[in-house]
Nanobody, 124 residues
Framework: EVQLQASGGGLVQTGGSLRLSCAAS????????IGWFRQAPGKEREGLSC????????RYRDSVKGRFTISSDKAKNTVYLQMNNLTPEDTAVYYC?????????????????WGQGTLVTVSS
């Protein structure tokens, strides 16, 4: 059974940093991508970043390039999202998801499995 567990959210002041973690298990796939998404109140969910299992290649949404960094620790089956210089516009529920059987990742892919969200609140 594929399971994803997102954690690391919390309350931070403007300009602060957080690191989100996505612990993954039960993957029967040879190639896959793990992505980070967020959904703010009253807004649609948006893809932020993804990483491919095959070669650790990454993609970022333009609005988070230079502030967010995705990385993976295969030994721990965990993907991280380091978020720096946060602003109130980053306040949202953040989710991780897996796109199965893909050689490269896309933040616009059809992700098959989703974890529960973790809330990030950035105060002004």
């Amino acid at each position: 059974e594929v399971q994803l567990q997102a954690s690391g959210g919390g309350l931070v002041q403007t300009g602060g940093s957080l690191r989100l973690s996505c612990a993954a298990s039960g993957f029967p796939f040879d190639d896959y991508a793990i992505g980070w998404f967020r959904q703010a109140p009253g807004k649609e969910r948006e893809g932020l970043s993804c990483i491919s299992s095959r070669d650790d290649s990454t993609r970022y949404r333009d609005s988070v390039k230079g502030r967010f960094t995705i990385s993976s620790d295969k030994a721990k089956n965990t993907v991280y999202l380091q978020m720096n210089n946060l602003t109130p516009e980053d306040t949202a529920v953040y989710y991780c998801a897996v796109d199965a059987e893909v050689p490269v990742c896309s933040i616009y892919g059809l992700y098959d499995y989703w974890g529960q969200g973790t809330l990030v609140t950035v105060s002004s």
